[in-house]
């Protein structure tokens, strides 16, 4: 069983939380944040509230480098010394000199395995590229991103070679007709964030639309 719970998102979805321009998430089980959000004020304090310890994360992945993803950096960085930070190789130094000052940095160059059964895909599309996770479950594969700035259907399509994808959650970014068609494959779909034209999302999976949003919770075996 995973628990993937939204720590920072702008939309909301429970009113104890804070919310901000960015998209970070807790995998529970894994001990592993993917992104942290743009402000650390904000994922500190929705982190307290939900009862999330920074020095209880092991792993940090940064989906790009890009400040809505990697702006709350402080607030994980430098409570627990053996954290892992994994990023691409696209990053700036600043970023890559911030993560180094305070945990393992981990360049990320192909799919690999991070905790049992969780993936990142590696870097996909051109500049920016973008690192996404892949959760295996029961049913297939659980995209998480970031912003998909290289399109959700070709990101589904990448991990489709290593297996069925069933669903996504995240950030979907500006969505083409090819990326609306992909979607319609999943059984699981939580889109939020950047995301432009939820509602039309929404309207053509009415049957697989979960509302996304910070504090929302995602369980999958």
């Known amino acids: 069983m995973y628990t993937i719970t939204e720590v920072y998102n702008n939309i909301p979805f429970d009113p104890a939380l804070r919310t901000a321009k960015g998209f970070s998430c807790y995998i529970k089980e894994a001990a592993l944040l993917f992104d942290t959000g743009g402000d650390p004020a904000v994922l500190s304090a929705n982190l307290k509230t939900l009862g999330i310890d920074p020095a209880d994360i092991l792993t940090l992945v940064l ?9 709350g950096l402080q607030a994980v960085l430098g409570h627990n010394p053996d954290l892992t930070v994994c990023i691409l190789d696209t990053f700036s130094e600043k970023t890559r000199a911030a993560v180094a000052a305070a945990g393992s940095v981990e360049v990320i160059d192909g799919w690999q395995e991070l905790a049992p059964g969780l993936f990142t895909t590696g870097p996909c599309g051109d500049p ?89 919770q995602h369980l999958f075996s």
């Open 63 to 71: 989906s790009h480098d890009h400040w809505d993803h990697v702006g």
């Open 128 to 216: 920016p590229a973008e690192q996404s996770l892949a959760l295996r479950t029961e049913r297939g594969y659980l995209l998480i991103t970031g912003c998909a700035h290289p399109h959700i259907g070709k990101i589904i399509r990448t991990v489709r070679s290593h297996g069925q994808v069933m669903g996504a959650i995240g950030g979907f970014h500006s969505v083409s007709e090819d990326d609306l068609d992909a979607l319609t494959t999943l059984v699981y779909l939580s889109p939020s964030h950047c995301t432009e034209g939820i509602e039309m999302i929404r309207e053509k999976n009415t049957g697989t639309f979960e509302q996304g949003g910070v504090g929302k």
